[in-house]
């Protein structure tokens, strides 16, 4: 089935203000997903990194997978 842009529109023009940005984000990573799968491409072909991790790579690892606030970011990255 062929959906003409016009018709996109309107019903773009429909969605509710809180539908608004996840129609956004989807229609982005249309757009974008064909030069990303290039480059994903491309990492494939790299070798591997066969270099330590360093103090903080490790202590990410270790860390919980906890959500923090924007607060605690601002804190620790020092922002």
């Known amino acids: 089935m062929s959906v003409t842009k016009d018709e996109l529109h309107k019903i773009i023009d429909r969605l509710s203000d809180s539908d608004t940005r996840s129609a956004y984000d989807y229609l982005k990573y249309l757009v974008e997903r ?41 804190e620790e990255y020092e922002i």
């Open 34 to 74: 064909k030069r990303k799968s290039k480059t994903w491409a491309e990492i494939k072909q790299l070798l591997p990194d066969d270099e330590p991790l360093g103090k903080e790579e490790l202590r990410q690892l270790e860390a919980p997978d906890d959500y923090i606030t924007l607060e605690q970011a601002i």
